[in-house]
Structure formats: C-alpha cells, structure tokens
C-alpha cells in the first residue's frame, strides 16, 4: 500500500469537508497517511486516528515555516513516502525537490496561475473545466479530473423545533463559509419574497453581520436561523423543503451533493461546478448568477409542486451515483498513486 503525506492549509468549510472524507476512505484501504495541516481545525479530530500530524500556518517569510521546511525533508527521508499530495497552492510551495515520491497538487478552484505549483508532477481537479483551464496558463504536465464524493451520513432531519421553526412553513436551507461569492444574501432576498418562507443558514464567515443586518433591512429576521457551523450539516439540510445554492461563483458545490444525499431539492444558479453536474429541470434546478426573480420562480414552483420536486430529487440521486460515487473515486487516486492514472487526463 502506500504511504501519502497530505500537506493542507486549508481553514473549514466544503473543502476541508472533502479533504477529511478521502483521508477516511483510504485510510479504510490500508493507505498509511502523515499530515501537516493548519492549527486548531475543527476537523483534526477527524482525521487524528490516520496517522501524525504536524500542525503549522506555514506562513512564507517565518522562523516556524523554516522548521516546518526542515521536518519535511527529515519525514521525507526517514518516512520514504510514496505520495506528497499538496491541497491548493500554499501547500504546494512546502513541496521539495524530492524525486522518489509522486508529487500532487489537488485543485478545487481555478488557480489565478501556477508558479506555486512549479515542483509537482500532475495536477488533480475536481472538474473538467480545472484542467482545460490549467492547460490555458500554459502547463504541460499531466492534470487529471477527480471528483468528490459526499460523506456517507444516514439523514437523521433535525427538528425544526430546534431552532424555534414551525413545521408546516417552507423551509430553505442553504451552507457554506458566510463570502460575498457564495451569494447568500440572494437567498435572503429570496426568501423575503415568498410569503412565510423560513431560511436556515448553515455556516459562518466574515459575512455574518451584514447578513444578519440584511435579514434585518427585509423584514424576516424572525423567519432566518444562522445555525453556525455544526458537525453534519446533511441533517439540517434534510429538515428543509429546498436547498438554495445562489454562488456567484462556485468550482463545485459539494453540499449539493449532501442535499441530494439527504433527498432535498436544489435550486443552483449557473456557476462552474452546478453547470457541469446539474441538469436543469431533471436533477435540480439552474437560473442565471444574480438572477433573484428566476431564483425565486423556481422556489415558489418546488413549493407548489411536490411531484416535479420528487421527480428532482430522484434525479439527483441517480447523478450522485453516476459521478460521485466514492468507490470510483478513490479507486482513481489508488490508480493515480500507483502510476495507473484512471483519472482522465483526456
């Protein structure tokens, strides 16, 4: 089997989520895994039963960073691993010239561009447009699509009487860390729009207060629930009646992939990852960035359509199992670890 050193740097959201769910799934194939990671994740306990972890910000110009620099190469050395896989571009710059181990760099957006990438063998996308994208900024080397697959959580609903929610409204439930690109105050406008629609807002971030003080301006702070971030946002999302993924700008979108898991359908605007996946009108519904009417048409038509909203919800589970599912996928990293890329470098 094996041995992959994991170097992230990452901070919490759907990111990290899939980052802690491929660390489990090849833990279960007997992969022996090292990580170096960012301090005081609130997912490091997930991942601590997998092997050591070294924890450092890694910022560039440091006395830590040096060291952390020196314990790679030491690792490298007494460790021998076969993999060092970095995630997103700091993580990339901790790569040495190190030519017994396949170097890895796994992209979940579109990279502004690739000097940091500079010691890598191959690049991995979770979607096909990362590598043509790539390709543009003039790299060479091999970029192989590999996709993400959700956690594999049971959906227990939470009760709405958890967070004060009557039963019978309309519940929208959207996730995610609180940016202007994840265009959750769009779904607050929504919601503002459909009369006795309630909203749970799943996740936290620099946005919270002007959220919160959007809610405010139109009117339904009593009908928002800002939940924060929780352990398994899947339960909160299948006690909801739609899920809403308004991003502006959106590389994949894993928590559709928990709303379509937990049975929910989805409303998603035309941002990267939701136009490659989804297709509309079968496995849930797109409108245009910014488009607030045709977001809220298409909650007012799930709302009062229970048939065209299961005929959804069945698409989104025969997708999920087309593209996303985790056998597949972490048999293509066990092939790309071997030399055997099954990935598609296409």
């Not at 450092?56 to 830590?64: D, K, M, P």
């Not at 609180?178 to 919601?191: E, N, Q, S």
């Not at 700008?249 to 409303?267: D, F, R, S, T």
């Amino acid at each position: 089997m094996p041995k992959v050193l994991h170097l992230h740097f990452g901070k919490d959201g759907g990111a990290e989520r899939f980052f802690v769910n491929l660390a489990n799934a090849l833990g279960e194939r007997g992969v022996e895994q090292r990580f170096i990671i960012r301090p005081q994740r609130l997912w490091r306990k997930e991942i601590e039963a997998l092997g050591p972890i070294i924890e450092n910000h890694y910022r560039y110009i440091s006395l830590s960073s040096l060291l952390l620099e020196w314990q790679v190469r030491w690792m490298l050395k007494q460790w021998q691993p076969d993999v060092i896989m970095a995630w997103m571009s700091r993580a990339a710059k901790l790569i040495p010239n190190w030519s017994t181990a396949i170097k890895l760099a796994r992209l979940g957006t579109f990279p502004t561009d690739l000097k940091s990438y500079s010691r890598c063998d191959a690049l991995i996308g979770n979607m096909p447009g990362i590598r043509s994208h790539c390709k543009d900024l003039g790299w060479t080397r091999p970029v192989f699509t590999i996709s993400n697959f959700p956690r594999e959580v049971t959906p227990v609903p939470v009760g709405r009487a958890e967070l004060d929610t009557p039963e019978d409204a309309f519940l929208i439930s959207g996730a995610g860390r609180f940016v202007p690109r994840k265009g959750h105050d769009l779904l607050i406008h929504a919601a503002a729009q459909i009369p006795d629609a309630w909203l749970w807002l799943i996740g936290d971030g620099q946005e919270r207060r002007a959220l919160e003080k959007l809610a405010h301006t139109a009117g339904i702070a009593d009908r928002v629930r800002f939940v924060g971030w929780v352990e398994e946002p899947i339960h909160y999302i299948a006690a909801t009646d739609v899920f809403g993924m308004p991003s502006r700008h959106e590389p994949l979108g894993n928590v559709i992939l928990e709303a379509w898991q937990a049975g929910v359908p989805v409303v998603a605007t035309r941002s990267e990852g939701p136009s490659w996946y989804m297709i509309d009108n079968e496995n849930g519904m797109l409108v245009d960035i910014d488009d607030l009417d045709a977001f809220v048409t298409a909650m007012r038509r799930l709302r009062n359509d229970s048939g065209f909203a299961e005929t959804l919800v069945a698409g989104g589970h025969m997708r999920l199992e087309e593209v996303f599912n985790k056998n597949r996928i972490v048999d293509q990293y066990m092939d790309l670890f071997a030399g055997n890329p099954s990935g598609g470098e296409k």
